[in-house]
C-alpha cells in the first residue's frame, strides 16, 4: 500500500467519529515541550498517521515550534531513505524509514511504501537534483524543461518556471539553502554548442566538450521569483547530484582529456560564486577516482583504491586543506546481496537502469549516527558496513525495487509556502 492511499484510508475512517474528538487520555494535557520532545523522536510515517487521529492531535501536529523542533532532530535521529525507481515508461519514488534499530532485524517486515508525485503526468521521467530541509527538488529528464519543488509527506508542490533552451543542451542542477540568508535556491547549468554545431564528426562524441555555458539562478520565494543569469563558467561540472554543505553545493568536474583525476568544485548560495575545493594532499590520491558525500555536516570524499578498498576522507574545518582526515577504510570483502548482484549481473539479467554505475560500483550514501556506513552496490543492494568490526550486513526491504538511486531525506511537515514565501 502507498504511503498516500493508507493515509487517506486512515483520515476516511476516523473524520466521522472523531473529527470533533475531546481528549481522552490527557495526551492533549501534556506541557507543551514534553509534548513536543515525544513527537519530535517520531518516524515521519508515525507523525503523519498522528495528525490524522482527531482535529485536536492534527492541530498539535501543525504546530510551528513542533515543526522546527522536528526539523532539527529528523536528519540525524529519523532519517528516511527515498528510491528514485527509473522504471522506462514512468519513473517513481518509494521510502523506507530508518528509524531506531528494528530495520536491522531482517526477520521483520519493513516494507517501501511508494510516495505518489501528483504531477507524474506531465513529468513522467525525472530526475531528484536534490533533498534539503524535507523538500524535493525533481527536474524533467527528458527535456530539461519542468522543475518541481516537492514535499513527499504533505504532497505540497509547485511548478518552477521555465527557462531558455538551447540546441544540444547538457544541464546540471543543484538545489539547496544557505542556513545565512535563509534562502532557498535552484542553480541550472547549461552546457551547449554554439550555433548548434556538435563539432567536428571526426571527434569521438566521448571527447566533444560543449563550447559555450549559462548559469541560471532562481531563488524560492523571492519577489520576481525568475531565474537570473550569473554569465558563463570555466568548469564542465559532472552530471550527478550536488552535495550541499554548509550553504554551498559541490561537484566534481568532468575527467579532462590525457589528464587523471577530478577536481572539486562548489557554488556558494549565498555569494553566487564558484570556488575550487582543495582536495586531501595523500600520496597517489590524485590519480583516483572518487565521489562526494556528506558526512556529519562535513564535505566528505570517497575515494576508490586497489583491490576493492575505499577510503573516506572528511574536511573537519570547511575551506581548510590540511584538515581532510581519513575517517573511514572500507575493505574488499562483499556481502551475500553483493554476490547475488554480481550473479546476475554475469548472466545479464534484468534491464539496464542509467543508475547503474561504471567502472566503479560502489557508492557511499551516508553514515548512521550509529558509525556504521550505509552503501549502495551497483543500483541494485544496500549494505551497512561496520568500520569496528569489518562487516557487511546487507539491507533488505520488502518491495524493494530492482533499480534505484538512494537519496538521504529528512521527512518533515513542513509546508512549502511557509519555507519559502510563497
Known sequence: MDME??????????????????????????????????????????????????????????????????????????????????????????????????????NQSHPVRKIRTPFSSS?????????????????????????????????????????????????????????????????????????????????????????????????????????????KVSHYLHHCPAVLVQGRLHWMTCRPRYRTGRNLVSFDLGEEKFCEVAKPDVMGMRRCDYHLVAVRGCLAAAFYLNYGKMEIWVMKEYGVKESWTKEFVIRSNISKAIKEVNQCSSIACGSVSKFSVKGRPVRVVCVLKSGEILLEYKSRALTLYNPQTGKHKDLVFQGMPNWFHSIVHAGTLNQIHTLIGT
Open 5 to 106: 492511499s493508507d493515509s487517506l484510508t486512515k483520515m476516511k475512517r476516523t473524520k466521522t467519529h472523531q473529527e470533533d474528538c475531546q481528549p481522552s487520555n490527557g495526551f492533549e494535557n501534556l506541557p507543551p515541550e514534553i509534548t513536543f520532545d515525544i513527537l519530535s523522536q517520531l518516524p515521519i510515517t508515525s507523525l503523519v498517521q498522528f495528525k490524522y487521529v482527531c482535529r485536536s492531535w492534527r492541530l498539535i501536529g501543525q504546530d510551528p515550534n513542533l515543526l522546527e523542533e522536528y526539523s532539527s532532530r529528523t536528519s540525524d535521529e529519523n532519517p528516511c531513505i527515498i528510491f528514485h525507481y527509473d522504471s522506462p515508461i514512468r519513473n517513481e519514488l518509494f521510502f523506507v524509514d530508518l528509524h531506531g534499530d528494528s530495520y536491522r532485524d531482517q
Open 123 to 231: 513529468m513522467p521521467e525525472y530526475d531528484v537534483v536534490g533533498s534539503c530541509n524535507g523538500l524535493l527538488c525533481l527536474s524533467d529528464s527528458l527535456y530539461n524543461d519542468a522543475i518541481y519543488i516537492y514535499n513527499p509527506f504533505t504532497r505540497d508542490y509547485r511548478e518552477l518556471p521555465k527557462t531558455n533552451r538551447y540546441p544540444d543542451q547538457e544541464v546540471v542542477f543543484g538545489f539547496g539553502f544557505h542556513p545565512i540568508t535563509k534562502e532557498y535556491k535552484v542553480i541550472k547549468i547549461i552546457y551547449y554548442y554554439k550555433d548548434g554545431n556538435k563539432g567536428h564528426h571526426h571527434v569521438s562524441h566521448r571527447f566533444r566538450v560543449p563550447t559555450q555555458s549559462e548559469v541560471q539562478v532562481l531563488t524560492l520565494g523571492s519577489s520576481s521569483s525568475r531565474w537570473r543569469s550569473l554569465g
